[in-house]
T-cell receptor, first 114, second 116 residues
Framework: RKEVEQDPGPFNVPEGATVAFNCTYS??????FFWYRQDCRKEPKLLMS???SGNEDGRFTAQLNRASQYISLLIRDSKLSDSATYLC???????????????FGEGTQLTVNP | EPEVTQTPSHQVTQMGQEVILRCVPI?????FYWYRQILGQKVEFLVS????????KSEIFDDQFSVERPDGSNFTLKIRSTKLEDSAMYFC??????????????FGEGSRLTVL
């Protein structure tokens, strides 16, 4: 089983649509969760952290279900500029070595069309 | 705004040659990483570095790879004898241990390595 698994995509949606991305992770000891965004041939950038209580940042809402090991991202009123690959990222911490690997999912590509 | 800088942006090398990719992490960060991304594939963890030593490495990071922080500012990735399959974008990243978003990795723009 993959450590982090995402919807394969790609998603093609019209402007203004609501789109949801799903992600599952295999390691129940994972500590922290994030959504990153990667534009074509660019570096990944943090979109938002994901907290157990759920969190919202403008048009973006992230949810975490630790029992199901499931993470989601909802984008409302999508814009052309939201076109990118969305990466689900999970962090595990190895306290004995201070290791803190972030593991990336394969990404889900979103294209928002005019 | 502080940023992670990487050089070179693109390097072309012959198979079997040694390559050194350089990174300057954000100055007050404590955790440093190398990731790679083969074209069209996912971002893969290579190695993390903390307190002047490797804290974790992946199965990709074999004896051909090494990292160093020689002078307190640079963080380098060396590939001793490049193979065709090492062709990828190599991202350096750094992370603070302060603040709520302590998991936020700040990535450099990447160094594209092409092995011929």
């Amino acid at each position: 089983r993959k450590e982090v698994e995402q919807d394969p995509g790609p998603f093609n949606v019209p402007e203004g649509a609501t789109v949801a991305f799903n992600c599952t992770y295999s390691n129940s000891a994972s500590q922290s969760f994030f959504w990153y965004r990667q534009d074509c041939r660019k570096e990944p950038k943090l979109l938002m952290s994901v907290y157990s209580s759920g969190n919202e940042d403008g048009r973006f809402t992230a949810q975490l279900n630790r029992a199901s090991q499931y993470i989601s991202l909802l984008i409302r009123d999508s814009k052309l500029s939201d076109s990118a690959t969305y990466l689900c990222v999970v962090m595990g911490i190895r306290w004995e070595t201070s290791g803190s690997r972030l593991t990336f999912g394969e990404g889900t590509q979103l294209t928002v069309n005019p | 705004e502080p940023e992670v800088t990487q050089t070179p942006s693109h390097q072309v090398t012959q198979m079997g040659q040694e390559v050194i990719l350089r990174c300057v992490p954000i100055s007050n960060h404590l955790y440093f990483y190398w990731y790679r991304q083969i074209l069209g594939q996912k971002v893969e963890f290579l190695v993390s570095f903390y307190n002047n030593e490797i804290s974790e490495k992946s199965e990709i990071f074999d004896d051909q790879f090494s990292v160093e922080r020689p002078d307190g500012s640079n963080f380098t990735l060396k590939i001793r004898s490049t193979k065709l399959e090492d062709s990828a974008m190599y991202f350096c990243a750094s992370r603070s241990n302060r603040g709520r978003n302590t998991g936020e990795l700040f990535f450099g723009e990447g160094s594209r390595l092409t092995v011929l």
